[in-house]
């Protein structure tokens, strides 16, 4: 048998409803497992006695960006090195039966739920990427960490830009044996829940991740028969919208991928630009637009980014700078935002004078024009 750890990352005492039903489960369906929970120092954990603590230091779980850093590092798989895998369970995750042993023989270093329609990242071998999610993931602990060991340059550079299971698809894939579709299916449902269980027989697998997050009516509707009552969640953002939207998203990226269209529309959608501009977000968006203008007339002179320690780093070669800067050197300055969730950036281009439509627009607003282009 396989030596497994289960680990639960908290970041807060006080549990929602529905993150007390994941924990519920998983105790239920795999306590016979080593269980750890990943907890900043002197949270008080609602641990039983045959449970474990791992500590870590606050920052590490302070952001969604900080807690995918972490688990990105040489430093957290080596607390797991008596083990063979780890299952990562978030508390958004929900386990139906106990299938570990099952998915650990088929030898893969990362299972993950599949992305049905892709996410948007665009790089120089492929648009959209669909494998897998981490929020319920299983991993092989000495593969990754000879691949954070090997490869520490990449790494470094990926998870800089990137959430940590984006840069296990794209950049892991040449270390670590990451399950396709077949097995995919079987282990974990993400985005389209229901599109998935149709795609897999109308069975269940082994778990889901983020089931009060999309399509939380589908889940509520399973998970209330083995005696829950969930939740629903009013979730109305708009990076949850997109990323549900499905075929029509997916329609969407492959004509906004479309670089003989792109001049056209950045010229349609912000009057002062004349082939160049800035790019605000050094994000897994930013990310994607810098690859996806290679090889065009488009000229991106910088990327802004409000992390501080992101300054002077490079995003694909071009260099990170702070808004400051940006605006000291007394030029005309265009920007395109490239972020899921662009409000606080709009409003402070608007305060420092720039006009939506004459000097920045947002990369959803590209996406439109490129659609609608002939």
Known sequence: MSKIAVVIPLYKERLSRNE?????????VLGGYDFFFLSPERLNV?????????YTSKENLSSRKKYSDY???????????EYEFMLIYQLDAFVFEDKLEYFCGLDYDYIGAEWLYGLECHTQDGQLWYFGNGGLSLRRVSAFKKWITED????????????????ISIYGREHLRIADRKIAMKFSYD???????????DKLPFGCHAWYRFDNVFWKK?????????ELVDVSDTET??????????????????????????RQIITKYDGELYVFGAGQYGFSFINMIKNTSVLVKGVIDNDISKAGKYVEGIPILRLNDV??????????????????????????GLIKGVNYACSRDLQMCMCEVS
């Open 152 to 167: 520490k340059s990449v790494v470094d550079y990926g998870r800089m830009l990137l959430p940590e299971d984006l840069v």
């Open 222 to 230: 399973i998970i209330d028969t083995y005696g829950y009552d969930v």
């Open 191 to 201: 985005l389209h829940p229901e599109e998935c269980f149709h795609m897999n027989g």
């Open 327 to 352: 605006f000291n050197n007394g030029e005309n300055v265009v920007v395109l935002v490239t972020m899921g969730n662009p409000g606080s950036v709009m409003k402070s281009l608007d305060e420092i």
């Open 20 to 28: 007390i039903i994941s924990l519920e489960q998983c105790r239920k």
């Open 46 to 54: 609602p641990f039983r006695k045959d449970e474990k603590i791992v």
């Open 241 to 266: 919208q997109l990323l549900c939207s499905g075929k029509e998203r997916d329609e969407k990226l492959k004509k906004y991928y479309n670089k003989d269209k792109i001049d056209i529309c950045l």
């Open 71 to 81: 688990v990105l590092s040489l430093e957290f798989y080596s607390l797991f090195d």
